[in-house]
């Protein structure tokens, strides 16, 4: 069965680089998949907002996902205060009702940390719609800075074609491409992935922190 799945992304390029390989996944699975952007480009931007949506586009028809974003939050996420966040995460769970709920990884970046503390107060109980699986991606090499998320690991193994997917989403973020040895480039993807690959005996792999999972009771 297909499922429905929502991911936050802070910014254009955090939803292909923690979680390309379960975009390109839920493609090739048919489940309706929906992506929020945080902050698309502004002031403090290295591209102007045009440029931005304009990949926003090519990524969401290369991997088959609808996508939507907040504009008025660019080069400002950081000072927008939690709670707002937290019901604008909210109302889009509620709209989208996802079985699987995905943020964009914590990291250095204020604007990571700004939307994860705000994820945390989403993910608290609460007696509207839960999503069965809430979860946040990783970021490449932020170990090294950023102390990692609580929770329990997810491994996702990718086959050849599904890394090979989210590679070519990635390239499709001309902007935000950079060349080796920076980690945001095809050869950080790979290192990445068959770093995670090895974790779970796997040649690819993607890992997220899982916060909660909620089991059928069958």
Known sequence: ?????????????????????????SKLKGDHVHVHYFCVGGPSSNADFITRYTEISN???????????NCDLDGKLDTVPSCQLTKIIDDLVEEYKPDE?????LSEHKDHKALYDAFLGACRLKE?????????????????????????????PLTDEQFEMKCEAFKLYKSQLRKSPSPLGIDGLRIMAEYYGMLCGSKYAEMYYQLRYIRNIK
């Open 59 to 69: 990524v969401s028809n290369y991997l088959g996902f609808s996508n939507s974003y």
């Open 128 to 156: 509207c719609f839960m999503p069965k699986l809430i979860a946040v991606g990783t970021y490449m090499f932020s170990d090294q800075l950023y102390q990692s998320p609580p929770g329990g690991k997810i491994f996702q």
């Open 1 to 25: 069965m297909s499922k429905k799945i929502l991911i936050l992304s802070t910014h254009p390029d955090d939803e292909v680089i923690s979680l390309g390989g379960l975009l390109a996944l």
């Open 101 to 105: 709920l995905y943020c964009s990884p």
